[in-house]
């Protein structure tokens, strides 16, 4: 019999195993889809309150002459904004996607003509078409985008200042006064163009669907732990041991099972997010530019799930000791991780201790994907991080088996 043959029979048993504890399997859907639902609701209004600190933008400067100078010189003297050099090997949206950046400006060759020309004609004709691009990555909230627009309003508006304060009086007695009234700064500026079909709009269930099917997978704990002791404990590992079957396809063929059910969960809550959560409220879920994505993370959030039951079966001696570390282990990781508390309303000192959680790692994948259009190269220094869980936790496992305390 093949090693392939032996893997898929254990699977196929592990699996009736599964199945003899409906309710505990079910709870498994369920509790998601509970949390999806109460919780999307409940942070509708967070979503639009969201507060910070200094804002990381990448600037870049294609426009030497003065005026644009000088309005850059002006963004610079803002100390609220942290102004990021722009790289040639990465999008703005991937700088959005690894952390770097909350928004990206472009001042364009021929903005500083386009400007003079605005002044000579005294703001009586439209500013030109090279105006200041702008983008912000998709989850910063509606206060960073104002702040960032008024931002740019205040360097324009002080730039003018300043270059009528190096005009000649007869330059400024000529061409340099602007018609009188308020001074419309969204005319100098470009953000860019999302097609209609493809904007994305962050809503609570960016936030509850990946993070509460997160949570559920590594609840996957719960069972995969009581069925590795219960098995041990009645020896039946001791039994397939002493077979012609090989170590690898006895772990595949009780791990695969679990993957399986972990995909199935995440499937499950995704169509609750686009077809059931929606025809109760005014919000749904996009996917963004690459949803095959979400299979990838999908897949390294379930193995690293996995590992942490192998290595919480492999640390309890019963059944209850399994229950109450992995749940307890698995809030904490949900807790610190992001998943009940979103990121970007925790203090600066838990947004540091969440890089210890898996959970983050995953839902911050989920988030490159579903909003800020991360290409794979972007996605996969998250995805490596996952993995390096995944594989620490079966390491720490294999290594307790191997020496009981």
């Not at 949206?93 to 990206?104: C, E, Q, S």
């Not at 209609?196 to 709009?201: D, E, G, L, N, T």
């Not at 579903?370 to 991080?385: H, I, Q, W």
Request: proline share 7%; aromatic share 8%; net charge positive.
């Amino acid at each position: 019999m093949s090693a392939a043959v032996q893997t898929a029979a254990l699977a196929a048993k592990e699996i009736r195993v599964l199945l003899r504890d409906r309710q505990a399997l079910l709870l498994l859907f369920v509790m998601p889809a509970v949390f999806i639902f109460f919780l999307s609701f409940a942070l509708r209004d967070v979503f639009n309150e969201k507060i910070g600190g200094t804002m990381p933008i990448v600037l870049t400067v294609e426009d030497t002459d003065p005026p644009a100078a000088r309005v850059v010189a002006r963004l610079r003297a803002r100390t609220e904004l942290s102004l990021v050099t722009p790289s040639a090997d990465a999008s703005d949206r991937d700088r959005f996607a690894r952390g770097d950046a909350k928004a990206a400006i472009r001042i364009p060759e021929g903005f500083s003509k386009d400007l003079d020309a605005w002044v000579a004609a005294k703001g009586r004709e439209p500013f030109g078409p090279h105006r200041i691009v702008w983008d912000a990555d998709p989850t910063l909230d509606a206060a960073y985008r104002w702040f960032l627009r008024a931002s740019l309003g205040a360097a324009i508006q002080g730039a003018l200042l300043d270059g009528l304060a190096h005009r000649s009086s007869a330059d400024s007695g000529t061409g340099g006064e602007v018609a009188p009234g308020p001074l419309d700064t969204d005319a100098f500026l470009a953000p860019v163009p999302q097609p209609a079909q493809a904007r994305i709009v962050p809503t609570p269930l960016q936030q509850t669907v990946p993070g509460w099917s997160l949570f559920a997978m590594f609840f996957i704990v719960v069972p995969l732990a009581g069925s590795f002791i219960r098995e041990r404990s009645e020896g039946t590992l001791r039994r397939l041991h002493t077979y012609p079957v090989p170590r690898a396809a006895i772990v595949l063929g009780k791990l695969l099972p679990y993957v399986g059910v972990n995909v199935l969960q995440f499937a499950a809550m995704l169509a609750i997010g686009l077809f059931v959560v929606p025809l109760l409220g005014d919000f749904r879920l996009q996917l963004g530019a690459h949803p095959l994505h979400l299979g990838a993370v999908t897949l390294a959030a379930a193995c690293a799930a996995t590992g942490f039951g192998a290595l919480v079966a492999a640390v309890s001696r019963t059944i209850e000791q399994a229950s109450a570390l992995g749940a307890t282990a698995v809030v904490i990781m949900a807790v610190v991780g992001g998943i009940m508390v979103p990121v970007f309303i925790m203090p600066r000192p838990m947004r540091t201790a969440a890089l210890a959680s898996p959970l983050y790692w995953g839902h911050q994948a989920y988030l490159d994907v579903m909003l800020r259009d991360a290409s794979f190269g972007a996605l996969a220094p998250k995805l490596a991080v996952l993995a390096g869980f995944a594989a620490l936790f079966f390491a720490l496992a294999s290594w307790r088996v191997k020496r009981p305390l």
